[in-house]
Nanobody, 125 residues
Framework: VQLQASGGGLVQPGGSLRLSCAVSGFTLDYHDIGWFRQAPGKEREGVSSVSRRYSNTYYGESVKGRFTISRDNAKNTVYLQMNSLKPEDTAVYYC???????????????????WGQGTQVTVSS
């Protein structure tokens, strides 16, 4: 199983980026997919998740209204569209796949079994 995250980079405040996470080794249809991030000196935190059933979406408070998660099961890929980026969004972003226990657990790392290598997002002028 491999998760390949890409799309990170340097962007000015207010700009946009789209992260991609390509999964190989199994199909995404029966798995939940999450994005997490870790800023320097901080713990890793949940950013967003999309469920295996009905593609329900969940977002952290700090990114609601700015980020959009989506999945393309046919391409075995999940995306994170990030708009109106702020300097505090600077972090390494990780995608992860698992089967979360329920909606309240979407941001719990232990519910995700496989992790990508991370992609750096830097928001700076």
């Amino acid at each position: 199983v491999q998760l390949q995250a890409s799309g990170g980079g340097l962007v000015q405040p207010g700009g946009s980026l789209r992260l991609s996470c390509a999964v190989s080794g199994f199909t995404l249809d029966y798995h939940d997919i999450g994005w997490f991030r870790q800023a320097p000196g901080k713990e890793r935190e949940g950013v967003s998740s999309v469920s295996r059933r009905y593609s329900n979406t969940y977002y952290g408070e700090s990114v609601k209204g700015r980020f959009t998660i989506s999945r393309d099961n046919a391409k075995n890929t999940v995306y994170l569209q990030m708009n109106s980026l702020k300097p505090e969004d600077t972090a390494v972003y990780y995608c992860a796949v698992g089967q979360i226990r329920g909606p309240w657990y979407w941001h719990i790392e232990e519910d995700y079994d496989y992790w990508g290598q991370g992609t750096q997002v830097t928001v700076s002028s």
